[in-house]
């Protein structure tokens, strides 16, 4: 991705969190976890998992794992509301994490998950990485938290951007 792309990126997370009621932190009856950022959208399930699949991929993160529950419900004829994980990351945050503290290594790959809403819509739903490594108060992780949050918030703009 070159300097220009990363840079509207960045500029597009910045916009999103801007903008009030587009993302919203959870209330801790929905997540038992800090950091938590939703983003509701009008687009149908099938396309804002395509779309965030294109984000991460544009931003050269590697998309480590895919599964949906409501897939695998409809395969056995049962019909529940659409969602879906998908777990992301890049092995040059994972050696850095990983210098800073092995403990840290259980948070990662870092997921975003897609549910459909009863509007009709589907959220994309994450943890800030950065409220994820909070809690090993390691030297260094703090930063790689902080690129990581400005890296899923580009990939969540482009996902969720109106077309």
Not at 7 to 33: I, K, N, R, S
Not at 39 to 57: G, Q
Not at 142 to 153: I, K, P, Q, S
């Amino acid at each position: 991705m070159s300097p220009m792309q990363r840079l509207a990126g960045v500029l597009a997370a910045v916009a999103v969190l801007a903008c009030g009621g587009a993302a919203t932190a959870q209330q801790p009856e929905d997540f038992p976890y800090d950091g938590m950022v939703r983003i509701d959208t009008a687009y149908d399930f099938p396309t804002l998992w395509s779309r965030l699949e294109t984000a991460v991929r544009d931003h050269e993160m590697l998309l480590l794992m895919r599964a949906s529950a409501s897939r695998g419900a409809a395969n056995r004829g049962i019909n529940i509301p659409s969602n879906g994980v998908m777990d992301v990351f890049r092995n040059d945050y994972a050696v850095r994490m990983l210098q800073a503290s092995v403990a840290a290594g259980f948070e990662a790959p870092m997921r975003f998950y897609l549910v459909e809403t009863e509007s009709g819509g589907t959220a994309l739903i994450y943890r800030r990485p950065s409220a994820a490594f909070a809690a090993y108060n390691a030297e260094g992780l703090e930063d790689v938290g902080a690129e990581l949050d400005v890296m899923f918030g580009s990939i969540a703009a482009q996902a969720t951007a109106p077309q």
